[in-house]
């Protein structure tokens, strides 16, 4: 969600700043006029916070008398306190980062239990700020605590939270800075070292008797239940190790270890398939075991030299489990599979009635989603004379006519043009991040093809639009969807394109944001697309929702190849 912060202030915000003391208690053996302030506070729980980037991408606001104007509009309009504040500190990610801590001290208890619950909402909208976009981030929102202690409360969205959040209670108890990091668990990035830890995290909830181990103990029985029941080749993983109930019990932890990254994502949507299958099974006769399986979590985590691991939890309280693993495991990055129901949503999501695997869609109009007008573009390509168009559109079309000769040869079939369409768009093109500031206004051009082919920055709708366009003009029938993504909370949009009388889904936008990352994924061709040519099904299994009856449906397999 896009919340621009506006410069707007009040008189009533500004008393936030100046208000009179009350009577409060103290916290530890610190008494009020000990306490430290925010900004000290806020570098003190910053030390531990695990933050490795460079520090030069980050923002801090204080009430320094030269920021508390500002300072007073963000914790407002990003944070949406409402009671006067006393003291405040943020230390935030700019860009293509959710990183950020703040410490807000309130008038009493009461006020900071409020503004704790304000930090908790905030902390859910990041998570679908970059949720899809830059799942690393949302995962590290999604991971992202809510600390309150006295008059304060304090917002954690950092690799290391518990170490944070030690570090704040003993700075505001009176050792500002704890002289030696919080150490925590760690485990080996072995598949038997990481299964036994995450067995160790759930052992309470099953019995052991229940339960059966497959490991390198017995590879024939291992090889042949990935096989049988993930459907998995032994040429797919390296090294694995599973528990999993027996009976009529559907706890299973799974560990196996891949060759790479791309690996590890081809093995999340079959492992995603699996759980899906598993919770129509249970679904007439154990609806507790059908529960356990629709918030089941499927994880993928690389560790330095050690390799690439994916993580199938199916347990009471996956995402803790997880969480867990990770401060102990450090993983140098993390892969999310948006699973219908999964632990990224802060709730339950409602499915609809007339499709009941499906999210149900409500469009959030958090942005303007309206499409750009580009008849007056098209008309000039047909007649090819673009002199009677606007300077902005005589833009467009000058780029557009430059990309597709670069990119296209005579003879082309419209699978190949829309290939090479969707290469150069995801390859020449990087996502606008002030969408995701709320310190930050999007420019509408981000939302057009003139954010993409002209400045080559786009928000979703311009990488649709900018896809769109360039099909228009080489003759593959394509629309646009306007739809949402972060279970109907977050406005997202997309393309379809129609070849040989069959609609394909694609998703530029998502694939430019990996390659941009430094993901595998959206650098090397259709093989290296998680978005290209798949079908509604697949969208809505990655957290896509959209107007499902009056939309076509894309049913053909293949990616378009036949």
């Known amino acids: 969600m896009k919340r621009f912060v506006s410069l707007l202030l009040s008189a009533v915000l500004l008393l936030g700043l100046f208000a009179g003391c009350r009577q409060e208690p103290a916290v530890g053996t610190q008494t009020p006029d000990q306490w430290p302030g925010a900004a000290e506070l806020a570098e003190a729980v910053f030390s531990r916070s695990g933050f490795d980037g460079d520090t030069n991408g980050l923002e801090r606001l204080s009430a320094d008398k030269d920021e508390a104007v500002f300072l007073s509009?963000?914790?407002?309009?990003?944070?949406?306190?409402?009671?006067?504040?006393?003291?405040?500190a943020v230390i935030r990610g700019t860009g293509m980062s959710a990183f950020e801590v703040a410490v807000v001290r309130m008038e009493d208890e009461e006020a900071a239990a409020r503004a704790a619950d304000?930090?908790?909402?905030?902390?859910?909208?990041?998570?679908?700020?970059?949720?899809?976009?830059?799942?690393?981030?949302?995962?590290?929102?999604?991971?992202?605590?809510?600390?309150?202690?006295?008059?304060?409360?304090?917002?954690?969205?950092?690799?290391?939270?518990?170490?944070?959040?030690?570090?704040?209670?003993?700075?505001?108890?009176?050792?500002?800075?704890?002289?030696?990091?919080?150490?925590?668990?760690?485990?080996?990035?072995?598949?038997?070292?990481?299964?036994?830890?995450?067995y160790g995290q759930v052992q309470q909830?099953?019995?052991?008797?229940?339960?059966?181990?497959?490991?390198?103990?017995?590879?024939?029985?291992?090889?042949?239940?990935?096989?049988?029941?993930?459907?998995?080749?032994?040429?797919?993983?390296?090294?694995a190790a599973i528990v999993r109930g027996t009976g009529a019990l559907a706890f299973e932890l799974a560990v196996l270890r891949v060759k790479d990254e791309a690996a590890a994502w081809d093995m999340m949507d079959v492992l995603s398939n699996y759980?899906?299958?598993?919770?129509?099974r249970f679904a007439s006769y154990a609806p507790d075991q059908e529960d356990l399986l629709h918030q089941a979590v499927v994880r993928s985590v690389v560790v330095g030299s050690d390799g690439t691991f994916v993580l199938l939890l199916a347990c009471e309280d996956p995402e803790q489990a997880f969480n867990k693993l990770t401060a102990a495991l450090q993983p140098d990055s993390i892969g999310v599979v948006d699973r219908y129901g999964s632990g990224l949503a802060p709730w339950t999501p409602e499915a609809d009635s007339d499709y009941p695997d499906r999210v149900k869609f409500v469009q959030p109009n958090e942005d303007d989603m309206s499409l750009y007008d580009t008849?007056?573009?098209?008309?000039?390509?047909?007649?090819?004379?673009?002199?009677?168009?606007?300077?902005?559109?005589?833009?467009?079309?000058?780029?557009?006519?430059?990309?597709?000769?670069?990119?296209?040869?005579?003879?082309?079939?419209?699978?190949?043009?829309?290939?090479?369409?969707?290469?150069?768009?995801?390859?020449?093109?990087?996502?606008?991040?002030?969408?995701?500031?709320?310190?930050?206004?999007?420019?509408?051009e981000s939302f057009t093809p003139y954010g993409g082919l002209v400045n080559h920055a786009a928000v979703c709708l311009g990488y649709a639009a900018t896809f769109q366009l360039l099909c228009d003009l080489a003759g593959v029938e394509c629309i646009t969807v306007v739809g949402a993504a972060f279970f109907s909370q977050e406005d997202h949009g997309w393309?379809?394109?129609?070849?040989?009388?069959?609609?394909?889904?694609?998703?530029?936008?998502?694939?430019?944001?990996?390659?941009?990352?430094?993901?595998?994924?959206?650098?090397?061709?259709?093989?290296?697309?998680?978005?290209?040519?798949?079908?509604?099904?697949?969208?809505?299994?990655?957290?896509?929702?959209?107007?499902y009856a009056n939309t076509p449906e894309a049913v053909t397999k293949g990616n378009g190849r036949g």
């Open 73 to 88: 509009d963000y914790l407002v309009n990003a944070y949406g306190l409402e009671d006067p504040w006393r003291d405040a």
């Open 118 to 198: 304000a930090l908790a909402d905030y902390r859910a909208d990041r998570q679908g700020d970059f949720a899809g976009y830059a799942p690393a981030e949302a995962e590290l929102a999604a991971r992202g605590s809510v600390s309150r202690e006295g008059p304060f409360a304090v917002l954690l969205i950092c690799p290391d939270t518990a170490s944070a959040d030690a570090a704040f209670q003993a700075a505001v108890n009176g050792d500002l800075m704890p002289s030696q990091p919080v150490e925590g668990p760690t485990v080996e990035a072995d598949v038997d070292a990481v299964l036994g830890f995450l």
């Open 205 to 239: 909830y099953v019995s052991d008797d229940a339960v059966e181990w497959l490991d390198d103990s017995d590879l024939a029985a291992l090889g042949s239940y990935i096989s049988g029941s993930y459907g998995l080749g032994g040429d797919q993983w390296e090294d």
């Open 275 to 280: 759980l899906f299958d598993r919770e129509a």
């Open 375 to 444: 008849s007056a573009i098209r008309a000039a390509w047909e007649s090819e004379d673009p002199s009677s168009l606007s300077s902005y559109d005589r833009d467009i079309y000058n780029v557009a006519k430059r990309v597709l000769g670069q990119v296209l040869d005579n003879g082309m079939s419209d699978l190949e043009k829309e290939t090479a369409i969707y290469s150069w768009v995801v390859n020449n093109v990087d996502y606008d991040w002030t969408h995701q500031d709320v310190m930050r206004e999007t420019p509408r």
């Open 495 to 547: 393309n379809m394109v129609q070849l040989d009388g069959k609609w394909y889904c694609v998703d530029v936008t998502w694939d430019a944001n990996r390659r941009e990352q430094g993901s595998v994924w959206g650098t090397s061709g259709p093989d290296r697309w998680r978005y290209f040519n798949i079908t509604s099904d697949e969208m809505a299994e990655t957290d896509h929702q959209w107007d």
